[in-house]
């Protein structure tokens, strides 16, 4: 028979159900599970935890980023994050995982990996660490109803069974990642107990844009600013590395773009800055260019200085003869091809969905929560963390510092 802990114990939540078993349930439950006599039930609808987890930062998991700053958040009041990302900062993530006996490393950026560059080994710490402090684990048993009991609250499910626990910890995550498990269950559960989500978009994504300029350029990357703008008004800018696919645009610097193009409506565009050069300089550099290799066809005009491809396709946009030599363009035509790559418009057609996105924009309306406990406003003993709450961050370990920041501060259970 299990041993009843609530029977002997006088601390306020003594069984303790987290919902979810990614990076923020799990930094939960070894968060409660720091308090000797409470029981901890961590309740995962995958076959195993962490499934997500094994797949972020392509399969090497960028595990936070040093430079987080609550700045950096977004949501429809990104305040909300800001207790929980003080509380429980990346060098808190670092020492956190130290202790684990996980090793890491700082990318520029700040971004953080393992030293294994595996986050398979992320994933080991957590699990050996779950198992250390006797956490019950429950796998393959997502939990289908969630409501008030006589005493806390019953969770059930067809193959988890009916539970009682005294608080929930809700971290089912957000709908993105639907291959690797993103649903919306949370939004559901939390409907159940009478918590209401905002809109919810696709973010960290590629973005769509009209097709036949980033086909021709299909696999090439480049440094690029990146502003986004609807009829002439800025919404959002970037900077970073840039790839082409088939139907637009990827890399770090186009997806810290996808939120507000997922968000800002339709008659968007995306306006690429190919060379950190103003005008004038480029101006100029094209013009000795011409002079010094006068012989060249007109399409090499950007040879040695942007991807072959990508200057041709440039020249051609500026609606430049392809086949003249570079002594016979004129100044006017000069000034074309540099404004074109300072300002190479590509018109949004909008962004992939859920499948493919690496986080949920909207979530659990944080007002209904209270951000220096995570507890429910709505109802005692309810915590939610991670990122079924509308909370998400750039891309480049912000997400997954959310996860651990916010689990860390619902696992206290409002000590
Ligand atoms: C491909 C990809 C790459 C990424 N790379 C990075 C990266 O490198 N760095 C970074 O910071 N972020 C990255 N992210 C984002 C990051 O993984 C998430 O923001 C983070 O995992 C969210 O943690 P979470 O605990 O809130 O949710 P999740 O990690 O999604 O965990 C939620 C868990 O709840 C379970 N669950 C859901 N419903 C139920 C239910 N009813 N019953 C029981 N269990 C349930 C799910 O199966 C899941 O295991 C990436 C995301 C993706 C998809």
């Known amino acids: 028979m299990e041993h009843d802990y609530s029977k002997e114990s006088n601390i306020r939540f003594p069984t303790v159900a987290v919902v979810g078993g990614g990076a923020s349930g799990m930094m939960a439950a ?3 599970a720091k308090v000797p006599g409470r029981r901890v039930l961590l309740i995962e609808r995958q076959q195993r935890v962490g499934r997500k987890l094994l797949a972020t930062g392509n ?5 936070t980023n040093r430079n987080a700053a609550p700045g950096d958040y977004c949501g429809t009041d990104a305040a909300f994050a800001a207790p929980a990302l003080k509380a429980f900062t990346p060098e808190d993530t670092l020492a956190f995982f130290r202790e684990l006996g996980l090793l890491t490393v700082t990318e520029p950026g700040g971004r953080v990996y393992p030293l294994s560059d595996s986050a398979n080994s992320v994933l080991d710490v957590l699990r050996f660490a779950l198992e250390e402090r006797g956490i019950v684990i429950h796998c393959g048993a997502p939990v289908e109803e969630l409501r008030r009991g006589k005493r806390g609250f019953v969770l059930s499910g067809e193959a988890l069974g009916r539970l009682e626990a005294d608080a929930v910890i809700l971290a089912c995550g957000g709908a993105a990642g639907a291959k690797l498990g993103g649903v919306t269950d949370g939004y559901r559960l939390g409907k159940e107990l009478g918590h209401r989500r905002t809109a919810l978009y696709p973010s960290l994504t590629r973005i ?3 097709a036949e300029l980033p086909r021709a350029l299909k696999g090439v990357r480049v440094q690029a ?3 986004l703008t609807r009829g002439g008004v800025l919404l959002a800018e970037s900077h970073g590395e840039v790839q082409f696919t088939e139907t637009g645009v990827s890399g770090p610097a186009g997806f810290d ?3 507000a193009a997922a968000c800002g409506g339709d008659r968007l565009t995306l306006h690429l800055r190919l060379l950190p050069f103003d005008e004038e300089t480029l101006l100029g550099l094209l013009r000795a260019r011409c002079m010094q290799f006068p012989a060249l066809e007109s399409a090499e005009l950007f040879t040695g200085m942007l991807h072959n491809r990508l200057g041709r396709v440039v020249v ?3 609606e430049l003869p392809m086949q003249g030599t570079l002594s ?6 000069l000034q074309a091809a540099a404004r074109q790559c300072l300002d190479f418009c590509l018109p949004v057609l909008g962004v992939d969905g859920f499948d ?6 909207g979530g659990l309306r944080t007002d209904e929560f209270d951000p220096r406990t995570m507890e429910s406003r709505l109802v005692p003993g309810l915590f939610a963390c991670g990122e079924v709450l509308d909370i998400d961050g750039p891309c480049g370990g912000y997400n997954l510092q959310w996860a651990w920041a916010s689990g860390a501060l619902a696992g206290r259970l409002g000590a």
Do not use: M, W
Request: proline share 0%; aromatic share 0%; with cysteine.
């Open 30 to 32: 070894l968060t409660v």
């Open 59 to 63: 399969g090497r998991c960028n595990l």
């Open 208 to 210: 769509r844009t009209e």
């Open 225 to 227: 600013g990146l502003r």
């Open 257 to 259: 773009l996808s939120r």
């Open 316 to 318: 051609k946009a500026a």
């Open 328 to 333: 016979s363009l004129t100044d006017a035509q």
């Open 356 to 361: 493919a996105a690496q986080v949920t924009a």
